[in-house]
């Protein structure tokens, strides 16, 4: 009997070491390992965006200083020579120039202002008192004639000098007190949509009043700059123009194509723009006067 609970138990034992180590053998145990394809990843291109460029802060122009004053220089008496208008043509400015009719070489002159951009003006021969110890020359218009011939030659001078704005006087300090022969050169100034700048070579002119009368555009000059044909003189009435202190807007200067006056200009054209002085056409001068008026 006790053989027998010897036994008994001896195989309870042997069963539950049996069942634990089946236990233990299955917990041990590990899954196959799978080998699992890896995924391949897919990109997403995202869709490239436009590049906007910076913008550049753009910098205000600091605007330019005007000049204080503008001034017209009229270059009286072309036509007999074309050495000083190519000489006149190499100044940096807006000169304006004043053709004589019926000269050896008006045409020529006038062709070369354009080209290159120059105003240029009928220089109308006009009788002087002095006549006729000094004589206007060709083309001139004289108190004597009556109106058909009067009309007659400025028609011719007018076609004469091709490209012209307008018209000043070459002597004519008798011609500028006749009123009525005064009128009828306006009024044909007129109908050709010209302008008149009165010389000044008589202080008895009486350009401005006829002018009025007719409805011309008139100006009148201001300075003859070389009434002495001195270099140094020249160049400082030139100079002197930005000390006036007076009213300028009808500032007209003339000079002549003499070799000192154009000494004179070109070297004084760069200190008159550091003064604050500008070159214009002298069209801009009738301008301001009309605007003014």
Same mark, same amino acid.
């Given at each position: 009997? $006790?053989?027998?609970?010897?036994?008994?138990?001896?195989?309870?034992?042997?069963?539950?070491? =049996?069942?634990?180590?089946?236990?233990?053998?299955?917990?041990? *145990?590990?899954?196959?390992?799978?080998?699992?394809?890896?995924?391949?990843?897919?990109?997403? =291109?995202?869709? $490239?965006?436009?590049?906007?460029?910076?913008?550049?802060? =753009?910098?205000?122009?600091?605007?330019?200083?005007?000049?204080?004053?503008? +001034?017209?220089?009229?270059?009286?008496?072309?036509?007999?020579?074309?050495?000083? &208008? @190519?000489?006149?043509?190499?100044? /940096?400015?807006?000169?304006?120039?004043? #053709?004589?009719?019926?000269?050896?070489?008006?045409?020529?002159?006038?062709?070369?202002?354009?080209?290159?951009?120059?105003?240029?003006?009928?220089?109308?021969? %006009?009788?002087?008192?002095?006549?006729?110890?000094?004589?206007?020359?060709?083309?001139?218009?004289?108190?004597?004639?009556?109106?058909?011939?009067?009309?007659? *030659? !400025?028609?011719?001078?007018?076609?004469? +000098?091709?490209? #012209?704005?307008?018209?000043?006087?070459?002597?004519?300090?008798?011609? %500028?007190?006749?009123?009525?022969?005064?009128?009828?050169?306006?009024?044909?100034?007129? /109908?050709?949509?010209?302008?008149?700048?009165?010389?000044?070579?008589?202080?008895?002119?009486?350009?401005?009043?006829?002018?009025?009368? &007719?409805?011309?555009?008139?100006?009148? $000059? @201001? #300075?003859?700059?070389? /009434?002495?044909?001195?270099?140094?003189?020249?160049?400082?009435?030139?100079?002197?123009?930005? @000390?006036?202190?007076?009213?300028?807007? *009808? %500032?007209?200067?003339?000079?002549?194509?003499?070799?000192?006056?154009?000494?004179?200009?070109?070297?004084?054209?760069?200190? !008159?723009?550091?003064?604050?002085?500008?070159?214009?056409?002298?069209? *801009?001068?009738?301008?301001?006067?009309?605007?003014?008026?």
């Amino acid at each position: 009997m $006790r053989l027998f609970k010897r036994l008994f138990t001896i195989s309870v034992i042997f069963l539950i070491i =049996v069942l634990i180590a089946g236990i233990i053998y299955v917990l041990l *145990q590990k899954e196959p390992s799978v080998i699992k394809e890896p995924k391949k990843e897919t990109k997403q =291109v995202e869709p $490239r965006r436009a590049v906007t460029p910076k913008k550049e802060k =753009v910098k205000p122009l600091s605007p330019k200083l005007l000049p204080l004053r503008q +001034v017209a220089i009229i270059i009286d008496d072309i036509g007999y020579d074309l050495k000083p &208008v @190519k000489e006149l043509l190499k100044i /940096n400015a807006d000169l304006t120039f004043a #053709i004589l009719p019926l000269c050896p070489h008006t045409h020529e002159a006038a062709e070369m202002f354009h080209r290159a951009h120059r105003e240029t003006l009928l220089h109308l021969p %006009m009788e002087p008192v002095s006549y006729p110890r000094e004589k206007p020359g060709n083309g001139a218009l004289f108190t004597d004639m009556n109106d058909e011939e009067l009309v007659f *030659q !400025l028609e011719k001078d007018i076609v004469d +000098v091709p490209y #012209i704005t307008g018209v000043n006087n070459h002597m004519g300090s008798k011609f %500028m007190m006749d009123e009525k022969k005064l009128t009828l050169v306006f009024n044909k100034l007129k /109908n050709n949509k010209l302008f008149f700048i009165d010389s000044r070579t008589s202080s008895d002119s009486k350009a401005y009043v006829i002018a009025e009368k &007719v409805g011309l555009p008139v100006a009148a $000059r @201001k #300075i003859f700059l070389d /009434n002495n044909r001195d270099y140094n003189e020249i160049y400082n009435n030139l100079i002197n123009i930005a @000390k006036k202190d007076s009213d300028v807007s *009808q %500032m007209i200067l003339i000079g002549h194509p003499y070799p000192e006056t154009i000494r004179a200009i070109s070297d004084a054209i760069k200190v !008159l723009r550091e003064k604050g002085v500008s070159i214009v056409p002298v069209s *801009q001068i009738i301008k301001k006067v009309k605007a003014s008026n």
